[in-house]
């Protein structure tokens, strides 16, 4: 079992930027691919990024892998999403996620709110 905590989200303006952080309860070394996901109310959870233990980084689009950094610090059990260049329409509850085994383990989510 693993549980993760996401925290670094809130209400910006567009243009400004924000870190996301998705802290584990297990070591980090021991914590194959992180993803971070997205969902606005009324859609489907959208992929956003994905680290492998390795240090790997895939982006789900071109605007992302342009705006978005994801990076992992194992040595503080922590997955991080730099977010610049914040858009309205990156509004939006931000979930991590990492498999173990056949289980899917979600944090809490952070609301990010890109607004004027």
């Known amino acids: 079992q693993v549980q993760l905590v996401e925290s670094g989200g809130g209400l910006v303006q567009p243009g400004e930027s924000l870190r996301l952080s998705c802290v584990s309860s297990r070591s980090m070394f021991n914590i194959p691919a992180v993803t971070w996901y997205r969902q606005t109310p009324g859609k489907e959870r959208e992929l956003v990024a994905v680290i492998t233990n390795g240090g790997s980084a895939t982006y789900a689009t071109d605007s992302v892998k342009a705006r978005f950094a994801i990076s992992r610090d194992n040595t503080k059990n922590t997955v991080y999403l730099q977010m610049n260049s914040l858009k309205p329409e990156d509004t939006a509850v931000y979930y991590c996620?990492?498999?173990?085994?056949?289980?899917?383990?979600w944090g809490q989510g952070t609301q990010v709110t890109v607004s004027s």
């Open positions: 996620a990492t498999r173990l085994g056949s289980t899917i383990y």
